[in-house]
């Protein structure tokens, strides 16, 4: 699912966190999104995942405006080691609904932290 932020996502300094504050308004289109529980949160790593712009957020509460858009809040910010994207937003940033069926988790060791490498993203079935 893909859409647009309708309000600007506020600055966030530091790493990844729970921001109770902030609030953030998206359309979503023909997309439904709906609020989770932090227990719900805490067990599924994968559930209410937003990319907007080039953060990673997960939100707790999804609060509808009108068909197709709504009010996110009770956000984690910082996810998967966007925090360097968090600083800085604006309005009409993309928002993308990240589901574990698009996701790959790449097998690492911790020798290769800090290493520069280059990947090539191929669409499934085609060859490199």
Same mark, same amino acid.
């Given at each position: 699912?893909?859409?647009? $932020? ?8 530091? =790493?990844?966190?729970?921001?109770? $504050? ?6 979503? &289109? ?14 599924? *790593?994968?559930?209410?995942? +937003?990319?907007?712009? =080039? ?8 609060? +509808? ?5 709504? *009010? +996110?809040?009770? +956000? ?25 069926? &698009?996701? *790959? ?8 932290? &800090?290493?520069?490498? =280059? ?10």
């Amino acid at each position: 699912m893909f859409g647009v $932020t309708e309000t600007t996502l506020p600055a966030w300094g530091g =790493s990844w966190g729970t921001d109770t $504050t902030s609030t953030v308004d998206v359309d979503v &289109g023909a997309g439904e999104l709906s609020s989770a529980t932090i227990d719900a949160l805490q067990s599924d *790593r994968t559930l209410n995942v +937003l990319l907007i712009g =080039s953060e990673i957020i997960r939100f707790r509460t999804a609060t +509808l405006l009108a068909p197709g858009r709504y *009010r +996110l809040s009770n +956000l984690w910010r910082a996810q998967l080691g966007t925090e360097w994207a968090a600083a800085s937003h604006s309005a009409g940033e993309r928002v993308v609904l990240l589901r574990p069926q &698009g996701l *790959r988790d790449v097998q690492h060791s911790a020798a290769d932290y &800090g290493v520069e490498a =280059s990947l090539k993203a191929v669409t499934r079935g085609k060859a490199v």
